[in-house]
Antibody, heavy 121, light 110 residues
Framework: ELQLVESGGVVVQPGGSLRLSCAASGFTFGDYSMHWVRQRPGRGLEWVSLISWNGDSTYYADSVKGRFTISRDNSKNSLYLQMNSLTSEDTALYYC??????????????WGKGTTVTVSS | QSALTQPASVSGSPGQSITISCTGTSSDVGYGYVSWYQQHPGKAPKLMIFDVSNRPSGVSNRFSGSKSGNTASLTISGLRAEDEADYYCSSYTSSSTLYVFGTGTEVTVL
């Protein structure tokens, strides 16, 4: 069974940092691009970041550029999101999602259940 | 990059067909890299359509997608109670933000 399991979501103070992780199983992780997508409470989906299959290419939404860093470790079947300079606007449920292709097409065919990040003092 | 525009809600009776629109610009929807996601309350999104009109394996053929100019559409035919969910379109965009989602549409089965 194809599965993605996110972890690392906690309550953090404004200006703080956090690292999210996503463990993949049931497919050859290193063959696919991976995304982070977030959903603020009661709101719609927002694409956050993409990393290519080998980690050589990374892309970010304007709202997180310069603050978030996506990375992956194919030997550990794991995806990460380092989040710095957090604000209340970053409070959301963060999903990790698999792309259909090695070079991201933006078509996310496997999703985790998400991990919740709350930025509050 | 603003979110793509979708109607807030669409409703229909069981067995009917409904269509959800997704309006963007020539810098996003116009490129033709459009997908649709279904999200039930408290659940993760599910890919329903990619490349404007292609269905992933396992998705019912009651779901179909199309595009005209800068507006994409998702049609659900033979509406069923289990189709009640939120639906989001998504598109590649040539702006500095690589992908953008729509505002989301709540589908209600009457």
């Amino acid at each position: 069974e194809l599965q993605l399991v996110e972890s690392g979501g906690v309550v953090v103070q404004p200006g703080g940092s956090l690292r999210l992780s996503c463990a993949a199983s049931g497919f050859t992780f290193g063959d696919y691009s991976m995304h982070w997508v977030r959903q603020r409470p009661g709101r719609g989906l927002e694409w956050v970041s993409l990393i290519s299959w080998n980690g050589d290419s990374t892309y970010y939404a304007d709202s997180v550029k310069g603050r978030f860093t996506i990375s992956r470790d194919n030997s550990k079947n794991s995806l990460y999101l380092q989040m710095n300079s957090l604000t209340s606007e970053d409070t959301a449920l963060y999903y990790c999602a698999k792309d259909r292709r090695a070079i991201g097409e933006g078509y996310m065919d496997v999703w985790g259940k998400g991990t919740t990040v709350t930025v509050s003092s | 990059q603003s979110a793509l525009t979708q109607p807030a809600s669409v409703s229909g009776s069981p067995g009917q067909s409904i269509t959800i629109s997704c309006t963007g610009t020539s810098s996003d929807v116009g490129y033709g890299y459009v997908s649709w996601y279904q999200q039930h309350p408290g659940k993760a999104p599910k890919l329903m359509i990619f490349d404007v009109s292609n269905r992933p394996s396992g998705v019912s053929n009651r779901f179909s997608g199309s595009k005209s100019g800068n507006t994409a559409s998702l049609t659900i035919s033979g509406l069923r109670a289990e189709d009640e969910a939120d639906y989001y379109c998504s598109s590649y965009t040539s702006s500095s933000t690589l992908y953008v989602f729509g505002t989301g549409t709540e589908v209600t089965v009457l």
